[in-house]
Structures are given as C-alpha cells and as structure tokens.
C-alpha cells in the first residue's frame, strides 16, 4: 500500500486537471544505460515533466489520450527519442487466481460436509 501512496504523493504538485476523465495508472521502465527525462505535453492545462534514472521504473496517472516524451540526455542536450501512447503504458490489474486457471468438469471439486 505504501508503493501506491507513493506513485500519487508524487503527483499532488501537478494533478490532472478536475475535468479530466478516467485516469489510468501507467508504468514507464528507462531500460538505457542513459539518464532520460519524460514529458506530457498534449494535455491542456497540465504540466507532467520526471527524470527517469537507468533501470527506474516510474508509475505516474494520466488520460488514455495523454502522449509521453522519452528524451535521452547528452552532453548537455537531450534528444527526443520516442513518444509513447500512455493507453500503452496502462497498469492491468490482475484477477484472481482462481480466475486464470479455468476448472473443467473433470476436475473433482473439494468436498465440504454440511455443519452440524
């Protein structure tokens, strides 16, 4: 729980803003050897700027539409090197166990006997 906190204290200095609708929570993993800093800038009203150390993972909210710039830092410059659609970024939460691993009919169910 304190992983979650953390994502969103992060993001009480620049929310979304109030008439944005469904937030998604999205996940961008900086797999260089290379400082990066990513953006948001397609997002009216709204200002989404992080540098993303290599190997750093970083959870951040955002709108399905919302576009992240990757620019990879040089000698004192930085290249925009992609722009990812953050709808690709989307955390999936994941479903219970038992609902990944279907039961056919030939598996015996574990028997229970009634409470007397």
């Known amino acids: 729980m304190q992983f979650c906190s953390s994502v969103f204290m992060a993001q009480i200095l620049d929310p979304l803003p109030p008439d944005s609708s469904g937030p998604i929570l999205c996940c961008y993993l900086n797999a260089t050897s290379k400082i990066q800093i990513v953006r948001i800038t397609n997002v009216p009203n709204w200002y989404f700027e992080r540098v993303v150390f290599p190997g750093q993972r970083l959870m951040f909210e955002a709108v399905a539409w ?7 830092g040089m000698m004192a ?3 925009l090197s992609d722009t990812i659609p953050c709808a690709r970024l989307a955390v999936q939460e994941e479903e219970d166990e038992e609902q990944d691993t279907p039961q056919d009919e030939s598996t015996p169910k574990e028997f229970i006997p009634p409470l007397s």
């Open 77 to 79: 410059s930085a290249i």
């Open 66 to 72: 919302a576009l992240l710039e990757i620019h990879t």
